[in-house]
């Protein structure tokens, strides 16, 4: 077969059922992403003479004899963006980057018409990260980007230095390398929820040409692990094998097959012959919990036990609170499972060199921590090991998780060759983790006049077949949601569960978002007992500087008011609520309007170790080189650390190059997670910069022997006296002397700051189909300095995207055997154009004392209050009180009664 | 996705020449199911692509629309001002959850062969009084009304290997007046219920439900009902047809289909 791909011919016959995107990126053009493989998220866009087709779904045959052009022969020959590229650029209308490839393949080929109905157009092209309004922007020709000064990095929109690789489809992700010569593992799940391995005949699978090798659990280390990343290995329970005998979810690891190619590995899974012994199973927490149910893991105890974590703690006296109430309000509050659905799936590539050092190419948001388990699993030392990444599309959370590296590594390990393990969007939802399924009981006791007396939640949380992250999420839904209300009297039970359902794991908001969504919720039921308007209910309970803080644990905690914006968030989104704005509602009588606003509160870190290093050198040709542990997923750390350097060295953004999450190249990392990436790698990076300013200066002084305080430094140059050196001539000279322009320094987390963020929405509901219109939606947020504005932005309106679909959209039902019932994006829906607000995104105007520059975290917090505004305002338009996400119609329309 | 499990690629030129037929084989039109997921049991693939067959033959009886029809194709047909049904042919195109891309390789004859209760083409051709022509392996030809052709979620009347050719629909339809009402759990989302009603010009109404049923469901009124009267109608559809998934419950369909359908009644009153 002969096809044109961007202007080259190719002439090669692809597999009979092979689709045209990975015959495409056979032929090197790696911009053709996979994102769920099914034709759902249009990543892998490509035209076939002019005409645009989702690649994965396009059988490579049909190819022949046409053209085909990707997001990489989009630009001139000469280089020159196409226009729609370069107002991508001008718009940062990405943050992971792994849709835009698809997206702008997509949008360049929109008639105008089209171009005006931009809900119908984007329909199959779905973005995890921006929450799609740069994305309209940059179609509109609307720009944010500013000019990179120097000596003004700090503040201003600098665009995201891998723009230009991201949207010529140049971006290099975990995947986008030639796979020629490397062996594929394929996985065979579990069909059941609960079961012990009797036998695995895997003769037939070995004897299948190009198969390399089967794994079993009598193949791996006998040796536990938690795949939950965290710098602290004893939070989280070693409950892991890297392939068990016992089996307890649907969906989990029963044996690897390595091959040279995906499909052999597939079909050698499909040979494998397995006897299970199906053993009872237990999905409902409550139920787990109870005597006589079936245990999942056998850890010793005399009283054996599903409940992995049991937290309690009271302040005050919860009995005396309630006595003192003159208002009670009580209600049950449960939030479901959601999948990331970061675009790139789960991937590692391990390999050995001539040394015998194992390198692993991965995914990850924590590559050193990977690095420890991987030490600790295979009883490698850890300078043997080599983790990094590469631009990682999207984590969210999910990839605060060893999920393939260690088969990668052990396969690697046994065939020196090659290995290379991909998620299927399917594995994604089956073999992954999702957000920890919490049920929570709130009781407020208040007086008359709004002052709470009581505040009490138990909460359950369901943290599936492994425990991974299920203590740390359970403390923090048992934190800052409480620690949000000045309250003499609190208290809390709280229990993590195992049960035979897809495991529970780190995701954006962490545990905080579940009680938010309960107590934010029942505040608003209790602001209607009182007849209070909600925003007063707040300011009279809200925490304020001064105010002790805490959740419900006496000892003194760690967190500190390094700012606070509190009030000035509930100002802003009162009064942007009380003006004009947003859309109106439908016509029609059955539509019913409401408003509804929520707070939430982070402590920006986390409560468990966390610590950062950054080294920062000036090299010979004047610039500077920054080598940072953090993984950059998206979220803009890399920018954010080019700019405080920047600032600190009165330099320009660009004048600093970058590495990150790299176990050889850089500092170690805890890992980008916790909303860690500016308040502690950016620690680092500020206290390496300004160490390797005044050492610059320092030795500026001395070299011309103007004093000290009469040295500045600025772009290219220091100013001493009245004399100019060159920043070049400067390391010439001192690199003579033996100077080394060098600064490394590491950062740790405490005191805590702490960020604050109020979400007000206004919606219509109609009474009879339960459709749900979001109308309007005003976020504002107070988390210090703004580093970038563009890029805080972005994040608060794609968490609230995320929120959206947590809310409205997304559900992950599984069946009476514990299967999820739809592991796709087709029947997983995360919010498309259509269903996502634009909204509005105001400041606190804050500057933290203790956050780097006056910046504070601000990945996560924005997620939190947008589920209970949501819920709040559907109660306000039609007087029901839906506390069970998600509220989909087919599950809330039968309450609405008909107008 | 790549469907690893494929050996072979047939390309007949003819489909006469396809005269063996085995549960391993899958016809293959646009793809785009069927490179949406694995195939476990399918070694091979028989691409319809080569057959010729028109798209959309527009005649004094009627449209015959090819099964190999695109999405597209039919989305951007204009047809005669007196079809005044044929309205539907754009909006049923846009009752597809998959966007415009997807219609670039997806064909009418595919989304009827699924048979998925939310397929909006199986609407449009139901409601039209579509009339389906297979082409078994052996044996002559045989035509069936769309209605029968679908006969629940994921299934139809096809033998094994047997050929949806193409399906028509008849002048006296689409002269008719035409009516769409569609629901779903998300923006733009699939189908929780799409309804459609035409009206003749003798003051007949026929109502086809489909999506928020395992399969379309006509219901056929002489005269235009009075609310109470299609109300009653609908509440009379067996209580199992209600189909439940993913993308609505049961419950919510049969709650909101009665809504939808007086809306309809009322527009076409008009």
Request: aromatic letters at 6%.
């Amino acid at each position: 077969m002969s096809c044109i791909i961007d202007g080259r011919t190719i002439d090669a016959p692809p597999e009979p059922g092979q689709c045209l995107r990975t015959y495409v990126r056979d032929h090197g053009v790696f911009g053709v992403k996979k994102g769920c493989d099914g034709g759902d998220c249009g990543a892998c866009t490509v035209w076939v003479d002019g005409t645009p087709v989702h690649s994965c779904l396009y059988p490579a045959f049909r190819a022949e004899g046409h053209e085909v052009t990707t997001i990489q022969g989009l630009a001139g020959a000469d280089g020159t963006l196409h226009p729609l590229q370069q107002k991508f650029l001008d718009a940062g209308a990405f943050q992971c980057g792994f849709c835009t490839a698809g997206m702008i393949m997509t949008v360049a080929s929109l008639s105008a018409a089209q171009l005006a109905d931009l809900p119908h157009a984007l329909k199959n092209n779905l973005c995890r990260c921006t929450g799609y309004r740069s994305i309209a922007d940059a179609i509109h020709g609307v720009g944010e980007t500013e000019a990179d000064i120097g000596g003004q990095a700090c503040g201003a929109n600098i665009a995201n230095p891998f723009g230009p690789g991201i949207v010529t489809g140049h971006a290099c992700y975990t995947m986008d390398v030639p796979t020629q010569d490397m062996l594929h593992i394929k996985v065979l799940r579990s069909p059941h929820a609960h079961a012990r391995i009797v036998t695995i005949d895997r003769s037939a699978a070995e004897a299948m040409p190009g198969v390399v090798a089967v794994y079993t659990w009598e193949d791996v280390p006998q040796r536990q692990f938690s795949t939950a990343l965290h710098e602290d290995h004893l939070v989280d329970p070693d409950d892991t094998y890297v392939l068990d005998r016992v089996m307890r979810f649907a969906g989990q690891r029963v044996a690897a097959v390595v091959a040279e190619s995906e499909a052999i590995a597939s079909a050698g899974c499909a040979a494998l012959k397995v006897e299970y012994e199906v053993l009872p199973t237990v999905f409902d927490p409550e139920a787990a919990m109870l005597p006589g149910a079936p245990i999942l893991h056998d850890k010793g105890l005399n009283v054996p036990t599903n409940i992995f974590a049991e937290i309690k703690g009271e302040v005050g006296s919860i009995a005396a609170g309630f006595a003192a109430a003159e208002v009670i309000q009580e209600g049950t509050y449960s939030t479901s499972r959601v999948q990331h659905a970061h675009l790139e799936t789960h991937g590692s590539i391990a390999w050995l060199d001539q040394d015998g050092r194992v390198h692993v190419r991965t995914s990850s948001q924590g590559p050193f921590v990977v690095r420890a388990k991987l030490s600790h699993i295979f009883s490698l030392p850890v300078r043997n090991l080599h983790v990094f990444t590469e631009r990682v599309g999207g984590g969210f959370g999910g990839k605060q998780e060893m999920v393939t590296e260690d088969l990668c590594v052990l396969a690697a390990l046994r065939t020196g060759r090659r290995v290379k393990w991909e998620f299927t969007r399917e594995e994604q939802f089956t073999g992954a983790t999702t957000r920890h399924q919490m049920t929570t009981q709130v009781k407020i006791g208040a007086k008359r006049d709004g002052t709470l007396t009581a505040l009490q939640i138990r909460v359950v949380s369901n943290t599936g077949a492994y425990g991974g992250h299920g203590s740390e999420t359970l403390g923090a839904a048992l934190g800052p949601p409480m620690t949000l209300y000045r309250c003499t009297n609190k208290q809390a039970d709280g229990y993590a569960v195992y049960t035979n359902v897809v495991p529970g794991g780190g995701f954006r908001g962490y545990g905080a978002s579940q009680t938010t969504f309960a107590i934010e919720s029942a505040m608003d039921e209790l602001a209607g007992k009182l007849g209070m308007d909600p925003f007063a209910l707040r300011r009279r309970n809200v925490i304020r500087p001064g105010d002790w803080m805490e959740s419900v644990f006496p000892d003194p905690g760690e967190i500190d008011f390094g700012s606070y914006g509190l009030t000035q968030c509930m100002d802003l989104v009162e009064a942007a609520m009380a003006a004009e704005g947003g859309t109106a509602s439908p016509a029609g009588k059955h539509w019913a309007e409401g408003t509804g606003m929520a707070l939430a509160m982070l402590e920006c870190g986390p409560p468990t170790e966390h610590r950062s290093g950054a080294e920062l050198r000036l090299l010979a040709d004047g610039s500077y080189h920054l080598a940072v542990g953090t993984s950059e997923m998206g979220n803009g750390t890399t920018t954010a650390h080019k700019q405080i350097a920047a600032s600190i060295l009165n330099t320009r953004a660009g004048q600093v190059a970058i590495i990150n999450a790299d176990t050889d190249l850089t500092p170690y990392d805890t890992g980008t997670f916790a909303s860690t990436g500016t308040v502690v790698a950016g620690k680092a990076v500020g206290l390496a910069a300004e160490t390797l300013r005044d050492a610059i200066l320092d030795y500026a002084a001395r070299h011309t022997g103007v004093e000290r305080a009469a040295c500045r430094l600025e772009a290219d140059h220091v100013l001493c006296g009245n004399r100019r050196i060159r920043l070049t001539d400067l390391h010439a000279a001192g690199s003579q002397e033996g100077f080394r322009f060098i600064a490394f320094r590491k950062s740790y987390l405490s005191p805590r700051t702490v960020a604050f963020n109020v979400q007000g929405i206004r919606l219509a509901v109609h009474r009879v189909t339960g459709e749900v219109r979001l109308l309007r939606s005003v976020h504002a947020a107070d988390v210090g300095r703004l580093i970038n504005p563009m890029q805080v932005r972005g994040q608060i309106e794609g968490a609230i995207a995320m929120a959206v679909g947590w809310t409205l959209t997304e559900k992950m039902p599984h069946d009476a055997t514990g299967h999820v019932i739809n592991p796709s994006l087709r029947n997983y829906r995360i919010p498309a154009f259509a269903d996502t607000p634009r909204s509005e995104v105001l400041f606190a105007d804050t500057y933290d004392k203790l956050g780097p520059l006056g910046a504070k975290s601000q990945g996560e917090c924005c997620i939190n209050p947008v589920a209970p505004a949501i819920a709040n305002a559907i109660a306000n338009a039609t007087g029901q009180r839906f506390g069970h996400l998600p509220l989909t119609p087919d599950r809330i329309y039968d309450l609405l009664g008909v107008a | 996705m790549d469907i690893g499990t494929i050996k072979t690629l047939l390309r007949p030129r003819d489909a006469a020449e396809i005269t063996e037929w085995s549960p391993s084989r899958a016809w293959l039109a646009g793809g785009t199911w069927l490179f949406s997921d694995v195939q476990p049991g399918t070694d091979t693939l028989v691409d319809l692509g080569g057959l010729g067959w028109p798209e959309l033959e527009p005649a004094a009886d009627g449209l015959t629309i090819g099964a190999t029809c695109h999405i597209a194709t039919l989305y951007k047909f204009t047809a005669p001002a007196e079809w005044q049904a044929a309205s539907l042919f754009r909006h049923c195109c846009e009752g597809f959850l998959a966007g415009f891309k997807i219609w670039n390789a997806s064909t009418v004859g595919g989304n009827l062969c699924m048979s998925l209760p939310a397929g909006p083409m199986i609407s449009l051709t139901s409601a039209l009084d579509g009339v389906c022509t297979l082409l078994p392996r052996q044996g002559a030809p045989r035509t069936v009304k769309v209605l029968d052709f679908v006969t629940g979620n994921n299934r139809n009347v096809l033998a094994p290997g047997e050929l949806l050719r193409s399906i028509h629909l008849p002048v006296a339809t689409l002269r008719r007046r035409a009516a769409m009402r569609q629901v779903s759990l998300t923006k733009l989302g699939r189908s929780g219920a799409l309804i459609i009603g035409t009206a003749g010009p003798g003051g007949d109404f026929a109502l086809t439900i489909t999506a928020a049923t395992i399969r379309p469901m006509r219901l056929d009124f002489a005269a235009m009902p009075d609310a109470a009267g299609l109300h009653a109608a609908i509440a009379g559809l067996p209580e199992d047809h209600w189909f439940e998934d993913v993308h609505g419950s049961a419950a919510w369909k049969r709650h909101i289909t009665p809504h939808l359908a007086e809306e309809i009644r009322q527009e076409l009153s008009a």
